[in-house]
């Protein structure tokens, strides 16, 4: 988490930075700091080895041993006096004292003492005259060690040399003096650096500590939170941003949840049952008329009854047609699709269901009422037939015969417009809405009537008709065309299903009380 906060690597980067550039400086300024003091301690060593060697090119040998400790103190430095044959005529032990100091006490430095005879390569070449310097490591002394050697002249001629010496510690003190100020000022920046750095974070990171909050409680739904603009800057342009996003969220919200609501009543509101399910037989959405269509809590999650999945799935399979559930006493139609891209386990669907039960019995109604009405207008044609062809043919024995065919004629005549008006009045029928035209009906007249309008009918088929009706029929209330109808379709039945030579037999008679009973059969010889 550290590593991952803002905080910890804006302070990384400032220290880094400052680190790199501390000692980028300070790797330069040590080198600058270490070539000046160089040249300036080589400058002033040679200037004062000249002044030297001028001071003592008129002096004389036994003077210069003396002389050696006070010009050393003078020169800060160690001083050492050759003759032109490269022996020590003296040689101050303030070099050594210095050495000493800056190593701490402990020195391993040689001092070369009088008489001793010096023939290195630097030696030659001051004793020819030429100023020469050396800094490192010198056999003479046995220690690292900074030497300007000038030679001193008399007139022309080389007498000796002045050899100034100081032991490279005291350049390394200095410059460690140097280093360790660096230092210091590279953690003093180090500090500094992480105090910015914080500042500099915290202006940065609270607007987004903010941000983070108001977008887990917008994730939770709350679309409230503002996000404090307190500058000009990226960070306040982002803010403000932040605040716009959240208040379109909110309004993109309210909006789809207004029509989510929409949908849900309009879903919940028609009368059609609706239901969403995954294939694997879980529900995850149904309306109260699904519920009402199948009498189960179609609770979301549930697992619906293996007697619906197969027809469900298999309405699926065949998308775009209708198919059937039989659900006890009920015909349910069912249409279903899938639902593409729907965000569950497995595939889902959705089926828009609809009682058909009783669009089911009107059909079979209509059915069976359009097979009994083309039953029942072949009935009054074929008696319009057989007494027109009767009457035609002169069969008639007189005017009142005649007179009773042709009121035949028209009393069929009369059923068959009724049946015709029956046709259009189709829905009121199949809905059990038909009208009765009620009237005080003598039962034993209208059997009477009928068998007589049948008796052609039947002689022409070799078949006989006899009545049998009690005299003592009590009156009844009904429809006397209703009931003719039926008396002629049971007797067209007998017809069809009286073998030829056969006998129909019309009986009624009272049984009980108020009751009555009629009867149409076959009676064969």
Not at 343 to 350: G, K
Not at 365 to 392: D, N
Not at 417 to 440: P, Q, S
Request: aromatic letters at 4%; glycine letters at 8%.
């Amino acid at each position: 988490m550290i590593r991952q906060s803002i905080t910890a690597r804006l302070w990384l980067l400032l220290v880094s930075l400052v680190v790199i550039s501390l000692l980028t400086v300070g790797f330069s300024l040590h080198h600058l700091l270490e070539s000046y003091y160089y040249r300036q301690q080589v400058e002033t060593m040679l200037a004062r080895g000249e002044m030297l060697a001028h001071s003592l090119a008129n002096n004389d040998n036994g003077n210069l041993a003396a002389q050696a400790e006070i010009l050393g103190k003078l020169a800060d430095t160690g001083v050492m006096f050759i003759d032109r044959r490269g022996e020590v005529i003296s040689c101050s032990s303030n070099g050594a004292g210095m050495g000493m100091e800056h190593m701490g006490g402990h020195s391993s430095m040689h001092m070369p003492t009088t008489g001793m005879h010096l023939n290195d390569a630097d030696i030659e070449q001051v004793l020819q005259g030429t100023n020469v310097i050396k800094r490192g490591y010198q056999e003479t002394f046995k220690a690292d060690m900074l030497t300007v050697a000038v030679p001193v002249r008399v007139d022309t001629a080389v007498t000796g040399a002045v050899i100034l010496f100081a032991p490279q510690a005291s350049l390394s003190a200095a410059m460690a003096a140097v280093d360790r100020l660096i230092l210091y000022a590279g953690l003093g920046a180090v500090l500094l650096a992480t105090i910015l750095a914080l500042f500099a974070a915290r202006r940065v990171t609270r607007p987004l500590k903010q941000m983070h909050l108001i977008a887990l409680k917008m994730a939770r739904g709350d679309f409230s939170g503002r996000v404090p603009v307190t500058s000009e800057d990226e960070i306040g342009r982002l803010a403000r941003s932040f605040n716009h996003l959240s208040a379109e969220l909110a309004h993109s919200i309210t909006a789809l949840s207004r029509e989510k609501e929409k949908l849900n009543r309009v879903v919940r509101g028609i009368t059609d049952g609706v239901l969403a399910f995954e294939l694997n037989v879980r529900v995850f959405f149904s309306n109260p008329q699904a519920e009402k269509l199948f009498d189960l809590e179609l609770v979301p999650g549930t697992s619906l009854p293996a007697a619906l999945m197969a027809p469900l799935q298999a309405a699926v399979a065949g998308e775009g047609t209708t198919g059937e559930i039989k659900w006890g006493q009920q015909v349910i139609a069912v249409r279903a699709a899938p639902l593409p891209g729907e965000e569950t386990r497995s595939q889902a669907a959705v089926a828009i269901l609809q009682d058909v039960t009783r669009q089911k019995q009107l059909d079979q109604l209509r059915r069976e009422f359009l097979a009994s009405v083309s039953h029942e207008l072949r009935t009054p044609l074929s008696f319009i037939q057989g007494y027109a062809e009767a009457l035609t043919d002169g069969m008639a024995a007189g005017e009142k015969e005649r007179q009773e065919y042709t009121g035949i004629i028209l009393a069929e005549a009369r059923r068959l417009r009724r049946l015709i008006e029956d046709l259009f009045d189709l829905n009121k029928m199949a809905a059990g809405h038909l009208t009765l035209d009620l009237a005080t009906i003598d039962m034993g007249e209208l059997l009477t009537g009928v068998a007589r309008k049948y008796q052609p009918l039947l002689a022409e088929q070799n078949l006989s008709l006899a009545t049998e009706i009690a005299p003592s029929l009590p009156l009844i209330k009904g429809d006397a065309g209703r009931l003719e109808q039926i008396m002629i379709n049971l007797l067209d039945n007998a017809r069809h299903h009286t073998p030829a030579g056969g006998k129909i037999i019309i009986a009624a008679n009272r049984t009980g009380v108020g009751g009555l009973s009629k009867l149409a059969a076959p009676v064969s010889d």
